[in-house]
């Protein structure tokens, strides 16, 4: 069992936070937000008026916050995470935010004595709820064999993708990734519309060919071939436009500061955006396959 300060406790932070105080933890929670905090409160935490105050005793720091200046104004700065939390501490970042900000965290946190780790996570509210969350972390050797057991009490995968920035690294590569497959697949199932290629069978040969891939196996955007997909339930997210938006803009964040093209990923950002600017930020990103017919 550790002392464990838990800063965010939002729609991911506050159910990881809850699997924590079930697994025997002394968790203490801060929150911007009075009726997170009273969440937190009712799952058996113990929620505090302030960051100082999460952190003051705690063995691990965790933080699941919005954006990367979130981020840095709740570690930096006098009444920050770096000023108040006793030497030793582990800290780890479970925001999804931009490399460069990751790597300058983790470098402050080491001038002030620390390890830190950052550990952005795939899997959404449900794998929050349900502790089978995939954290895919950046840090040392050293601190992520400390940081393992306890996120293996949030989640089910815990990869350790390299050194600090690599967790973010890793998200917003494949992140990029589904967003521009998913408009690859879409594309595919408007042409076969128009050549008059029935939906099931596009499926049933694709799947098996060399069109293969997850947003069409498992996240099919058209209603029928896959059961579970958003697109048979009116295309309610599951993973939301507005999210994957964040996620591809990160993408070309880090695209330009590392001096690389990527052209596909730059026009799947516009594409979302435009998207998203009609009016659809809440619905599945999948809905996407709605917005190219309309082009
Ligand atoms: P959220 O907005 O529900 O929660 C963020 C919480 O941080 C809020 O409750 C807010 O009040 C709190 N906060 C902001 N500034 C604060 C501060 N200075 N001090 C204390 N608390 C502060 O967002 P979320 O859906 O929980 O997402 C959190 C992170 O996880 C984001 O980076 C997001 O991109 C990432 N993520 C979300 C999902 C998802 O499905 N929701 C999936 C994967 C990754």
Not at 47 to 76: F, N, R, W
Not at 151 to 156: C, D, E, I, S, V
Not at 255 to 277: I, K
Not at 286 to 293: A, D, E, F
């Amino acid at each position: 069992m550790s002392k464990i300060g838990f800063i965010g406790l939002g729609n991911m932070g506050g159910p990881m936070a809850a699997n924590l105080v079930k697994a025997g933890h002394d968790v203490k929670g801060f929150d911007l937000v009075a009726e997170n905090l009273a969440t937190f409160s009712g799952a058996g935490g113990q929620a505090v008026g302030t960051v100082a105050d999460a952190v003051q005793d705690a063995e691990i720091v965790i933080s699941m916050l919005p954006a990367g200046k979130h981020v840095s104004a709740v570690y930096t700065g006098p009444v920050g995470v770096l000023e108040n939390t006793p030497a030793g501490a582990l800290l780890i970042d479970c925001s999804t935010i931009d490399v460069t900000t990751a790597r300058e965290m983790a470098e402050k946190a080491a001038a002030s004595g620390f390890d830190m780790l950052d550990a952005p996570v795939s899997g959404g509210i449900m794998g929050a709820q349900g502790a089978t969350l995939t954290f895919m972390t950046g840090a040392s050797d050293e601190a992520f064999a400390r940081a393992e057991p306890v996120l293996a009490q949030m989640g089910k995968n815990i990869i350790h993708a390299g050194g600090p920035g690599n967790g973010q690294a890793a998200k917003v590569c494949n992140n990029m990734l589904l967003g521009i497959s998913m408009i690859g697949v879409s594309e595919a199932f408007n042409l076969a519309d128009k050549l008059g290629l029935d939906r099931q069978k596009l499926f049933d040969i694709s799947s098996t060919a060399s069109g293969q891939c997850w947003s069409l196996t498992t996240y099919c955007p058209v209603p029928g071939p896959v059961e579970t997909s958003p697109a048979n339930n009116d295309y309610k997210a599951g993973f939301s436009v507005a999210m994957m938006l964040k996620d591809l803009k990160l993408s070309q964040d880090a695209a330009n500061s590392a001096g690389v093209d990527t052209p596909l990923g730059a026009h799947a950002t516009q594409l979302y955006d435009a998207f998203e600017s009609n009016g659809n930020g809440d619905v599945d990103f999948s809905g996407i396959i709605k917005y190219l017919r309309t082009l």
